[in-house]
Antibody
Framework: EVQLVESGGGLVQPGGSLRLSCTAS????????MHWVRQVTGKGLEWVSA???????YYPDSVKGRFTISRENAKNSLYLQMNSLRAGDTAVYYC????????????????WGRGTLVTVSS | DIVMTQSPDSLAVSLGERATINCKSS????????????LAWYQQKPGQSPKLLIY???IRESGVPDRFSGSGSGTDFTLTISSLQAEDVAVYYC?????????FGGGTKVEIK
């Protein structure tokens, strides 16, 4: 089955760190650009980071310098290292696959995981 | 950043009736070199992750029922559900992938009247 499964979410104090993981199955992970997208409970979607097949990365200003996206193709895994966390980072974090055929920063998402909840609170 | 504005925020439609959702971008998301609009639509059912419905503004993803259709170009786009079914209750989002940062509309909640 083609799927993405996130893990690693939880409760963390402001200023703390957390590492999210996403495990892919059912497709050739190394051939796809991958992203993280987050969603505050009951709110809209916000793009968080992107990584291309050659491990080139891109971030919006809201997380640049605090978050790091990486991948380990041998393990079919995507990661998001989150440092200096703030209350505003509280959200469900989804990993999402970019459909083939476009730039890794200019794509639409054809596969989403179920998400993992990150709560930043003291 | 390209701002995506959806309307309405919510709508209630009777079963079998048409539902229309609008999405407006703050700048054009049309690339003339390939004649494509960089606009996608997603459906998010309660408790689930988003699911791709439409890409390139008007192309249905494989497996999506043909009652869903997308239209528009440049800055103005529409998602239409031609005959609303009970399983279509969800929040619908548009997304532009013309430029970074990738941005989404605020969502439109569709309910049964």
């Amino acid at each position: 089955e083609v799927q993405l499964v996130e893990s690693g979410g939880g409760l963390v104090q402001p200023g703390g760190s957390l590492r999210l993981s996403c495990t892919a199955s059912g497709f050739t992970f190394s051939s796809y650009d991958m992203h993280w997208v987050r969603q505050v409970t009951g709110k809209g979607l916000e793009w968080v980071s992107a990584i291309g097949t050659f491990a080139d990365t891109y971030y919006p200003d809201s997380v640049k310098g605090r978050f790091t996206i990486s991948r380990e193709n041998a393990k079919n895994s995507l990661y998001l290292q989150m440092n200096s966390l703030r209350a505003g980072d509280t959200a469900v974090y989804y990993c999402a696959r970019i459909a083939r055929g476009g730039s890794y920063t200019r794509g639409y998402f054809d596969l989403w995981g179920r998400g993992t909840l990150v709560t930043v609170s003291s | 950043d390209i701002v995506m504005t959806q309307s309405p925020d919510s709508l209630a439609v009777s079963l079998g009736e048409r539902a229309t959702i609008n999405c407006k971008s703050s700048q054009s998301v049309f690339y003339s070199f390939n004649n494509k609009n960089y606009l996608a639509w997603y459906q998010q059912k309660p408790g689930q992750s988003p699911k791709l419905l439409i890409y390139w503004a008007s192309i249905r993803e494989s497996g999506v029922p043909d009652r869903f259709s997308g239209s528009g170009s440049g800055t103005d786009f529409t998602l239409t559900i031609s005959s609303l079914q009970a399983e279509d209750v969800a929040v619908y989002y548009c997304q532009q992938h013309y430029d970074t940062p990738l941005t989404f509309g605020g969502g439109t909640k569709v309910e049964i009247k």
